[in-house]
């Protein structure tokens, strides 16, 4: 059901690659919510994506931009104005890769090379975003930015590696910037942590089928959905929360407030009596797991 939440509003939004990708909706439900805006990403993931079939739905234009390229970024949002007619009212980051857990590098163990590739894709890059917007006097008043988040950010999660680093680092800016740019010009920064969502970053995550049945057993609402993550992003850009900023917000069913549910220790129960030899150093060394 919409609501016209969006009515008159434009926008760019990040990190749409196909049908899976928690951008992908959000672009759906801002469309049906009256917004226009662009859709943007790499070159490559343009070319390899379905991102065009949601651009003709969505009457959207396609620009591609490297958000880790600061010219790319300053094209992006001069086209993105010219494009919209004017400056833009809401801006959605959902960007994150880990070369070093693509290549199934262990946290004790990484490429510090490809450290500062995650870093600079999955969290600087927000920053680049923000630098770029407010240099340009992008944002309307009262507008909104928005990136993903993960409660990794805050908790350890096996599997996980360098993006727990990337995100903590994504919340960080949200705080700093979100400062700046709401005493200037009251622009919104915020940062919503999802729950484990499959997409095609979130299937690099080793463990991830397993991450997403103890969050849904922990979670007293269950994991939140993509297409539930969209929802609550459309209220961050709408005018209904004029005030809220600086914030993580967690979008997880109470999974960031939980210790141990009844279903997860009843689970965790069951498995107490299967015995792991940990101590044998072959496939099944755990000593850091």
Not at 150 to 169: E, H
Not at 224 to 232: F, H, L, R, V
Not at 280 to 286: K, N, T, V, W
Request: charged share 25%.
């Amino acid at each position: 059901m919409a609501y016209n939440l969006l009515k008159g509003k434009k926008g760019i939004i990040f990190g749409a690659l196909n049908a899976d990708s928690i951008a992908w909706k959000v672009a759906e439900r801002a469309f049906e919510e009256g917004a226009t805006f662009t859709l943007t990403n790499t070159s490559v993931a343009l070319r390899m994506g379905e991102t065009a079939k949601l651009a003709e739905k969505c009457g959207a234009e396609l620009i591609a931009a490297d958000a880790t390229n600061v010219e790319d970024l300053e094209n992006l949002v001069k086209k993105s104005m010219e494009v919209l007619g004017g400056k833009i009212d809401f801006i959605l980051h959902s960007i994150g890769m880990s070369p070093n857990v693509r290549k199934g590098r262990h946290y004790s163990d990484l490429d510090y090379n490809y450290l500062d590739k995650t870093l600079d894709i999955s969290a600087i890059s927000f920053h680049k975003v923000l630098q770029v917007a407010r240099k340009l006097d992008a944002i309307n008043e009262w507008g909104s930015v928005v990136a993903l988040s993960y409660v990794a950010a805050q908790r350890t999660f096996y599997g996980y590696n360098d993006m727990a680093d990337a995100k903590a680092l994504l919340e960080s800016i949200g705080r700093s910037f979100g400062y700046i740019y709401g005493r200037e010009r009251n622009v919104r920064i915020n940062t919503v942590s999802q729950s484990p969502t499959v997409t095609t970053a979130g299937s690099g995550v080793k463990g991830i089928d397993k991450l997403l049945d103890f969050g849904e057993r922990m979670s007293p609402l269950g994991n939140a959905t993509g297409d539930e993550c969209a929802d609550y992003c459309i209220t961050l850009f709408s005018d209904l929360t004029r005030k809220v900023t600086m914030q993580n917000l967690f979008h997880d069913g109470g999974f960031s407030s939980m210790g141990m549910s009844l279903r997860a220790l009843e689970q965790y129960e069951k498995g107490l009596g299967c015995d792991c030899e940990c101590g044998d150093a072959g496939d099944h060394d755990h000593r850091y797991d």
